[in-house]
């Protein structure tokens, strides 16, 4: 099993900065994938950013340029630098880790962190 809690959300006016943060624990050594959803209200939950244990990235095309995923495998913990932040990026964020196959493919959520971006 793999517990994950997110912190850092919060409200900030557009333009402004945030940065998440997911702490994992328990077999954070099976998780191969980790990335960042967002769901915003009426919306379907949507892909933020994605890293892989080696440190590949994957953005959608609405953040590229603008948000950064990074994790420290030591400290078992992934980062969501998020900057010129638009009301458009309102939604609660949830932290996501994905087993390897090897492990059985699990994935595992936060419960979610509320950002805010007022206009």
């Known amino acids: 099993q793999v517990q994950l809690v997110e912190s850092g959300g919060g409200l900030v006016q557009a333009g402004g900065s945030l940065r998440l943060s997911c702490a994992a624990s328990?077999?954070?050594?099976?998780?191969?994938?980790m990335g960042w959803y967002r769901q915003a209200p009426g919306k379907q939950r949507e892909l933020v950013a994605s890293?892989?244990?080696?440190?590949?990235?994957n953005y959608a095309d609405s953040v590229k340029g603008r948000f950064t995923i990074s994790r420290d495998n030591a400290q078992n913990t992934v980062y969501l630098q998020m900057n010129s932040l638009k009301p458009e990026d309102t939604a609660v964020y949830y932290c996501?880790?994905?087993?390897?196959?090897?492990?059985?493919?699990?994935?595992?959520w936060g419960q979610g962190t509320q950002v805010t971006v007022s206009s």
């Open positions: 996501n880790g994905r087993e390897a196959p090897v492990f059985g493919s699990r994935n595992y």
């Open positions: 328990g077999r954070f050594f099976s998780i191969n994938v």
């Open positions: 890293i892989t244990r080696g440190g590949s990235t």
